[in-house]
Every structure is written in C-alpha cells, then in structure tokens.
C-alpha cells in the first residue's frame, strides 16, 4: 500500500480480533519506531512491548481511555523523558515515532490506537522502569474486530477543512 | 511505495535542486498533515506554506539549524498552542503530523528536514501569525540536490540498536 493511501485509509481501531500477530510483523513495527527521525538524532524514547493478557488487563487501567489495551494483541509503551528544557522536542519525536509504528501497522493491515497514560506509578509497578524515564503514551495493536469495523472507508468530516488548517505565505 | 520502504530509504534533505514542486504535490503533503489523528481529536497545529524566496531566506534565520530553508522549494510553519496543561500531548501530535507530511513526501520523491525554531518573534514579525500560537518546528522540502544525494542507500549505524530500544514484557 502507498504511504498516501494508507493515511487516507487510517482510522483509530479500538476493537480488536482474538487473530494473533506474527513476530515478524510486531518486529516490523516496532523497528519502524527504531528508525524514526529525532531532533539531533536524540531518539528520546525507548518501548515496552506487552503481549501477555494480565499485563495487558492491568494496562487497561493506567488511563482515562486506555481500555482498549486489555483486548489488543499487543500494546506498545513508549517511554520518554522526564520533562526538561527541550522536553516539546522530545515528546515532538515520540510523536514522529508512534506515526511511523502505526502507519507501518496499518500497512500490515493491522488496527491500532493511542492513549493517555494518567497512572505513571502504577506503570512503573507493572513494567518496572526506571525513574530516568516516563510514561505519557501507549499504543495498541491488532487486527480490526470485523464486526466492529466492516470494511467500509473511515467516517469523513471530523477534521477541520483544508483552509482552515492552510496558510499561503503568511497568517 | 510502500509505507515501509519509505520509512527504510529514508534520509535528511538539507540541499534542495531548483526543480519546483507541483502544487497538486504540495497539497497532498499538506492534506496528510491535516488528516493526522491526535488526542481527543483536538488538531493542535496551523500550517503556514512559504515559497517566496526572500521570505525563506528570512525563515533561514530563525533558528540554529533553519538555513536549509533559504534553498527549499516551500517551508511548512507548524505553528502550534502555547505551552498550556497538556502541551506534551499538543508537541506529540504535532510530531505525528510531521511525520505524516515527511513520509508523503518521501514517497514523492521530495525531500525534507525539520529544523527547531528559536527566534519565536523574530517568525511572528516574518509571517504575522497571532499570539495564541507559538513556533518550534519549521520543515523545508524540495527534491534532493543530485550532486548532493547521489542515488545510494542512507548509511546505516547512527540509530540505537534493536534490542537497545525494545524491552519485551517489562523493563
């Protein structure tokens, strides 16, 4: 699938199917965070990948909307610094690194959804990093629950149009 | 191209040919941006496209490593909100959304880099843009100079490793 296709075709996926994913493409994704671009080629992130279900299950609660985490095939944590003084270009770069991850997955034809992590504690409890990293961002991955999502193009008209987004030369 | 091998034969583009962009091109990369998911679907971001010469050559001088802008094709503005509660999530999908247009790009054969912004009123007073926004992020494409990027693979070796980032089930 061509990179223009795959982000017309994106949507959030949050159900997923009990299908399982083949190491190789969850290696795949993850490398495509690997080599995301970073600002002075910092790479300020580092990833957990979680597959086991009780684990998944306990991940589901670190969040406001992180529910989705118990069902998926695996949930990727993506740790970044504590803030500092050019922590916008860190959380910038984590930013690149999850749209690599997903727009890879979605090529793979595998769903996946990003959530806030309210609970940095109890992340920590569960995973066991290190107080040099936090925790702001998890992402799910699976393939799509097909009753949930039949195969129809995503909804449009939740964005703001073209013009309201675009500038020509200046404000 | 596949999103894949886009992320894999990806590289900076500092050096920019005089060839320019067709405008159909430059709207599809900032249609990408604009159709980036982020949290609560909030958009945080504003895109001011600049392709006046003398204006880039003024955006040149925003920032420490901004002087790619003076030779691109069109420099994206990513104006995003102040610093304000959840301005870690605000960067994050800013990031997303350049990545997004980068990698639209890269699949058509345009070249680009991002480069940090610190002369914030210096950019206001270039572009007019009004204070509920702020500037970190300037990314400038163009095709690749040939004499500059001759047709060979991106050298390998100045990411961390594999097994450097990724953590299987916990720390």
């Not at 695996?74 to 740790?79: G, I, K, R, T």
Request: charged share 25%.
């Amino acid at each position: 699938m061509s990179v223009w296709e795959t982000i017309r075709g994106k949507r959030a996926v949050r159900v997923f199917s009990d299908e399982p994913i083949l190491e190789a493409d969850m290696r795949r994704i993850l490398d495509a965070g690997r080599r995301t671009q970073s600002g002075y080629n910092s790479q300020p992130w580092a990833f957990i990948v979680v597959t086991e279900r009780d684990k998944l299950q306990r991940l589901s609660k670190i969040g406001r909307s992180t529910g989705h985490a118990a069902g998926a095939a695996f949930v990727v944590v993506l740790l970044t610094p504590p803030p500092n003084d050019t922590y916008w270009r860190d959380m910038f770069d984590a930013g690149q690194a999850a749209a690599y991850m997903q727009l890879t997955a979605q090529e793979l034809g595998i769903g996946s959804c990003p959530a806030s992590v309210y609970e940095v504690e109890l992340s920590r409890e569960i995973l066991g990093f290190p107080p040099e990293w936090d925790l702001k961002v998890i992402i799910s991955f699976g393939y799509p629950d097909k009753s949930q999502y039949p195969q129809r193009p995503p909804k449009a008209g939740t964005r703001k149009t073209f013009d309201d987004v675009v500038h020509w030369e200046q404000w």
